[in-house]
Nanobody, 117 residues
């Protein structure tokens, strides 16, 4: 059974940091590129960060470039999103996504991040 379980969300003050984790199981982690998305209330799902199957290539949305860092640990079948300098507009539900070269994709259930003073 495929599972992607996000954790690490919560309430943080503006300027603060959070580290999201996405623990995966049920598929061959090394065959899948990993992505982080978010969806704010009333908005569409936005892709934030991509990391290749091997971890040697990453890409970021302009909205998070320089503040967020994606990484993966193949020994733990886990992908991370380090988020720094958080802003109120970063408030959203954050999702991890696994996608193989044929387009087969899996999603996690999401974790809420709220940036507020």
């Amino acid at each position: 059974q495929v599972q992607l379980v996000e954790s690490g969300g919560g309430l943080v003050q503006p300027g603060g940091s959070l580290r999201l984790s996405c623990a995966t199981s049920g598929f061959t982690f090394s065959n899948y590129a990993m992505n982080w998305y978010r969806q704010a209330p009333g908005k569409g799902r936005e892709m934030l960060a991509y990391i290749s199957r091997t971890g040697d290539t990453t890409n970021y949305a302009d909205s998070v470039k320089g503040r967020f860092t994606i990484s993966r640990d193949s020994a733990k079948n886990t992908v991370y999103l380090e988020m720094n300098s958080l802003k109120p507009e970063d408030t959203a539900v954050y999702y991890c996504n696994a996608r193989d070269i044929r387009g087969k994709a899996y999603w996690g259930q999401g974790t809420q991040v709220t940036v507020s003073s």
